[in-house]
């Protein structure tokens, strides 16, 4: 009889464990990594020999996957204290760092080489480079 109770006493406790074990998953306690909800995006800013600014090619940065690539240009802007004016219209550059759309050159945008017109209507993905350039209209 005290065999009996023993084992039943070792099968309650086995099957405590696995009720437990089961209810506690690791997928419910893990935390999304950062880099799960961020992307790395390259910035290139070419200024086309205008202001005597120098260009940024290819400098990463981070931003949240959702950004669209005005998001993108604004945070940017403002990350690094430069100056970045947007027609809020059509969602489009008119001056960076204080370099203006003029009757013969203007700010366009360019996603992993293919030009942009709005910039709001743009979802960034992984490795995505993006290229805002002064060029001749």
């Known amino acids: 009889m005290r065999a009996k109770g023993l084992i039943l006493i070792a099968v309650l406790c086995i099957c405590i ?4 074990t089961s209810c506690t998953s690791s997928e419910d306690n893990t935390e999304v990594p950062t880099d799960a ?3 790395t995006i390259k910035v290139s800013i070419q200024y086309g020999g205008a202001g005597n600014q120098p260009d940024i090619i290819n400098q990463p940065f981070n931003i949240n996957k959702s950004d669209t690539m005005l998001g993108l240009v604004q945070l940017y802007g403002s990350v690094t204290e430069m ?3 947007i027609e ?3 969602s489009t550059i008119y001056g960076i760092n204080n370099i203006i759309n003029s009757d ?4 366009k945008c360019y996603l992993n080489g293919k030009e942009v017109a709005k910039l709001a209507d743009v979802t960034l993905k992984k490795n995505g480079k993006v290229e805002l350039k002064y060029e001749a209209r």
């Open 17 to 20: 464990v696995g009720i437990l």
């Open 88 to 90: 809020t219209t059509g």
């Open 83 to 85: 100056p970045v004016y």
């Open 37 to 39: 909800k961020s992307l």
């Open 104 to 107: 013969t050159h203007q700010w």
